[in-house]
């Protein structure tokens, strides 16, 4: 929201007659909200009094007197948010304005997702319920106010008056189960009976001379449906189908009986949450806002050639004539894509050939515009998104009965949350990995995708219960084998960061070495000493405490002393003494061969004492190159690693703007990379070893694929060797793309 947009917002003053609804809504949720409050105590009472553990009891007590302490302020944050909204009403958005991607897109943990779903269930049931009264105040409310009033954003609507109420209580440590429930008496204390504030709502506004003559409109629209559908008022919320809605909508279903899990997120979580939830309503209000108002307009466009011209030809089919139609022709769609995403025979070719048989019906021009979407939507979805053929026709097939269920359900578009919308992002989000062809029978994720379709086809079309259920049992599904993968990969990580902290710690001890060997005649002990026992000192105090450590710093003051003193020859057994009780020591903490500890510490003091001959005391005609190399000779057999490992391939220049984008790789993106021979395969980042920056790529199931250091990372991004995918929100990203060209399309025309 801009500056302009805030001061807008805080300087709107309500029309009288919003006033008043938003005076009277206050009255009526008071009542109500002190009604559930009420029942708090002898709720959580009863389920501490049924709990199968004290600890279950435990976290029902607490609840019990939690909510008791936090009564008023709970009711002060929800009239807080509510007034907001009222406000937010004053806030005009050009509906034609292109719709703008999100800034960001967060991955919803499961604990959330099911707190989204049950407050999406009451949503649903209460919006299917008072459908007329609150297309009819969508109405009224937009003809007084600069925004656009949809079921997003009105203030006396199922999905403010919840949403406002989640805000709420974010702040509060609620465990899950505790939550639900409490959701659980806000719906039966409050919205079961907001259909008669909805009611009285509208005739008050028509009293005041709001739009008095808006239900004989409508009325009157309705009349010659049976010839020809007219538009509807541009401010209602248009079905996406125009279909006729289940006169039985689904009850809410009781979540408080999932299992309680055993973590708990932090105060900070949850007060970024309630943030970000607002957030969410406020600024993306206004890009859904666009997007639903675009829907509507094309939803009563349809494709070039079939907008109503011709409509006395044939008796149009539409609503649940159409849903029944539709269904039966499940077997023959699946038929059509079970070999590969066939994009040019599309699901509005096939219903087109069978009306054509039928030679009675016909589809008009919203249902038309309807098929086309979703054929649209689907296609995109494969594209952009699935690689594997498999998949891409198992998603193929979920067409029909989402455009069965869109037939039946209006807020399959109206809501981003719909569980229907949430089953296709999981999904498509699931397929991501899949590049090569799949044994279905074989793979658990594959062989749940492919069963989606048969379930959603054998449910009523708007069952938001089973459309729950599935949804969940998808995501637990999925959630096993992620699992599964990520304790694959944390092994992987893990072996590989050993390794890098192994080959850095060799890496070092030869730095170390080489650097006092450099130009020097040594003795033999000496560089006996170095290359067979100090330099496990070394390596195992790199290893195990770091190059920032006093023992690895002490070790090699100790090796400098002794070199220090094997220079001046001869020395004071009062000075070699200390030095070699250190080794000594050292040598011990390593498990060093005690023979060949006394073999070499018996050297030394021969040396000091001067009583080694010339022939063994030094190590005549060495250079200083030859001995370096016998060094690093020896030292690969003495210690572990591989130096060599931890070496960059040899890159061209790479723009710094690519480095940053490999530094925003983020563990658990996916990629896709392609090889010299131009072949394609998605990987997913594991993980980043550091200190040297190396990037660990694994397939779906975990085992590596690749390892790139991170200038190779940022030189094939700029190549486009190496492309990031999308992983979130995916079908709801094509949808907006789809209506995008829809539009553009439409102005061509």
């Known amino acids: 929201m801009t500056d ?39 709720t959580f009472f009863d389920l501490a009094d049924r709990a199968d553990n004290n600890r279950q009891q435990t976290m029902y007590f607490d609840a019990m007197r939690l909510i008791r302490m936090e009564r008023k302020n709970i009711e002060h944050n929800f009239f807080g948010v509510l007034t907001q909204s009222f406000q937010q009403l004053g806030q005009y958005h050009d509906p034609e304005l292109p719709s703008q991607e999100p800034e ?19 949503v649903f049931r209460v919006s299917e319920l008072c459908k007329p009264e609150l297309e009819a105040l969508n109405t009224r409310l937009s003809s007084m106010v600069p925004a656009s009033v949809t079921l997003k954003n009105n203030p006396v609507g199922p999905e403010v008056i919840c949403e406002s109420f989640n805000e709420a209580v974010a702040h509060l440590e609620l465990k899950l189960p505790v939550k639900l429930v409490l959701f659980k008496l806000f719906d039966r204390q409050v919205m079961v009976s907001l259909k008669d504030f909805l009611v ?18 409508r009325k009157a629209r309705a009349e010659p449906r049976q010839q020809e559908k007219p538009p509807a008022p541009p401010s209602e919320l248009t079905s996406a189908a125009g279909a006729t809605h289940s006169s039985s909508p689904p009850a809410s279903g009781e979540a408080a009986g999932r299992p309680d899990p055993d973590s708990r997120a932090t105060d900070s979580r949850r007060q970024a949450g309630a943030g ?50 539709v269904g039966n022709l499940q077997q023959d769609w699946s038929n059509a894509v079970s070999t590969e995403a066939d994009d040019s025979e599309g699901l509005l070719q096939l219903i087109d050939d069978h009306l054509e048989q039928q030679g009675e019906a016909r589809l008009d021009g919203t249902e038309r515009g309807l098929v086309d979407l979703l054929d649209r939507l689907f296609v995109r979805v494969n594209h952009q998104t699935i690689a594997c053929a498999q998949l891409a026709a198992e998603l193929r097939k979920l067409e029909l009965p989402i455009l069965q269920l869109a ?37 658990p994720v594959a062989r749940a995708i492919s069963g989606v379709a048969d379930e959603l086809a054998g449910q009523p ?4 219960t089973a459309l729950t259920q599935l949804l969940l049992n998808f995501i637990d599904l999925v959630d096993k084998e992620r699992r599964r993968v990520a304790v694959l990969e944390q092994r992987l990580m893990e072996e590989a960061t050993a390794t890098e902290k192994v080959n850095h710690a060799h890496q070092a001890v030869v730095r170390v070495l080489m650097e006092r060997v450099k130009g020097k005649t040594l003795p033999r002990f000496v560089v006996s000493f170095a290359e ?64 060949d500890m006394g073999r070499l510490l018996g050297a030394m003091e021969q040396y000091f004492r001067g009583e080694l001959s010339s022939e063994e005391n030094l190590r005549q005609g060495v250079s200083a190159s030859p001995l370096q190399s016998v060094l690093v000779d ?99 990203r094509a949808l907006e793309g789809v209506v995008g060209e829809m539009c553009q399309s439409k102005s061509v025309h």
Not at 461 to 464: E, F, N, Q, R, S
């Open 276 to 325: 970000q939830a607002k957030k969410r309503r406020q600024d993306d209000g206004q890009r859904y806002g666009q997007l639903l108002s675009q829907l509507k307009n094309l939803l009563h466009w349809g494709p070039s050639g079939a907008s109503g011209s011709d409509a006395g030809m044939h008796q149009r089919i539409e609503g649940d004539e159409l849903v029944s139609m």
């Open 461 to 464: 079309p708007g069952d938001h």
């Open 407 to 443: 037939l039946k359900d209006s807020t399959f578009f109206d809501r981003e949350k719909h569980p229907a919308r949430r089953l296709l992002n999981e999904i498509a989000e699931a397929s991501i990995g899949y590049t090569e062809k799949v044994d279905v029978d074989e793979d």
């Open 532 to 595: 067979d026992a100090w330099c496990k000192v070394l390596f195992l105090n790199h290893l195990r405490s770091g190059e920032d450590s006093e023992e690895w710093h002490g070790s090699i003051r100790v090796l400098d002393r002794l070199l220090e003193l094997v220079a001046q020859g001869q020395a004071d057994a009062g000075v070699v003494a200390p030095v070699l009780t250190t080794i000594k020591e050292s040598l011990e903490n390593v498990s060093y061969d005690a023979y």
């Open 200 to 217: 009285e709502g509208n005739k008050r506004l028509s009293d005041m001379g709001v739009l008095p003559d808006l239900e004989q409109l």
């Open 4 to 42: 302009v947009d805030k001061l807008s917002v805080a300087l709107f003053r309500l029309p009288r007659p919003l006033l008043a609804l938003k005076g009277r809504i206050h009255t009526f949720l008071s009542s109500r909200l002190n009604n559930m409050f009420d029942q708090v105590d002898d």
């Open 634 to 732: 020896a030292l690969r057999t003495n210690i572990p690693g591989n130096p060599a490992a931890l070496e960059e391939d040899s890159v061209g220049s790479v723009d710094e703007q690519y480095l940053r984008r490999a530094d925003s790789l983020t563990r658990g993106a996916w990629v896709e990379m392609t090889d010299d021979s131009a072949d394609k395969r998605r990987c997913k980042l594991a993980g980043v070893v550091l200190p040297s920056g190396k990037f660990i790529f694994v397939n779906r199931q975990g085992a590596k694929v690749s390892e790139k250091h991170r200038n190779r990372v940022a030189m094939d991004l700029q190549s486009e060797k190496l492309r990031p995918l999308e992983k979130n929100q995916l079908f709801d």
């Open 104 to 122: 960001g897109l967060e991955v919803v943990e499961n604990e959330q997702l099911e707190e989204i779903i049950a407050l999406d269930t009451m």
